[in-house]
């Protein structure tokens, strides 16, 4: 498969590389993409075309969502979509006990994982803090991304899966993400972008 987001991908990839991250012997081979579609169709989930393209790429680092080595985003794992599909399962009990009025920050309070909506699929995850979800639900605008740092800090806030791979290439080329010993991602908080910085990433916080 070789696409515009798969370069991105590749590119991405190999600059983490070329900084010394030992990402590449991590990562697991990608699936078939009729295999992605079935394991997330097979619970409901309709994944934008780039999900299906991003396990195809590589299925992820296994064990990446407690203590993995936190080798793609800062501080979290890409998980195998096996893994986003399973912890999907087990959060949908607390989503539906959910209680009205309760946000992902009174979870965060509570040392528990916020489940998201049903349609939000877990796919790069640390712990209660750190938790990036994909939108699988219905429509055309299903990329958006919401990734929550802790209960204090904003959500940032993607269109697409394209669009925060773009944002994580921008991170490690300005060294605002940085490689440390052990060859994990860390952020460096010296390197802070300023509110004028016409190069800044296109997130959005909420």
Not at 31 to 46: I, K, N, Q, S, T
């Amino acid at each position: 498969m070789s696409t515009a987001f798969v370069d991105d991908l590749d590119g991405y990839l190999a600059a983490l590389v070329e900084r010394g991250s030992p990402i590449d012997a991590h990562l697991q081979p990608g699936l078939d993409p009729a295999e992605v579609r079935r394991a997330l169709g097979d619970v409901g989930l309709d994944a934008p075309d780039e999900a299906i393209e991003l396990w195809s790429w590589r299925n992820g680092t296994p064990g990446g969502a407690w203590g993995g080595p936190d080798l793609f985003w800062e501080t979290t794992d890409l998980l195998p979509v096996q893994e986003c599909v399973q912890l999907w399962q087990e959060l949908q009990a607390v989503a539906d006990a959910d209680q009205p009025g309760v946000g992902w920050r009174e979870f965060a309070d509570a040392g528990e994982l916020f489940p998201g909506p049903r349609h939000f699929l877990p796919f790069l995850v640390l712990d209660v803090r750190e938790v990036m979800f994909l939108d699988c639900g219905p429509g055309e605008h299903r990329g958006a991304l919401w990734f929550g740092t802790s209960s204090e800090a904003p959500c940032l806030v993607f269109d697409d899966l394209v669009e925060a791979v773009h944002a994580a290439r921008w991170c490690v080329d300005t060294g605002l993400w940085r490689i440390d010993a052990a060859g994990r991602l860390e952020c460096d908080r010296d390197v802070v972008p300023g509110p004028g910085d016409r190069d800044h990433p296109p997130w959005r916080t909420i």
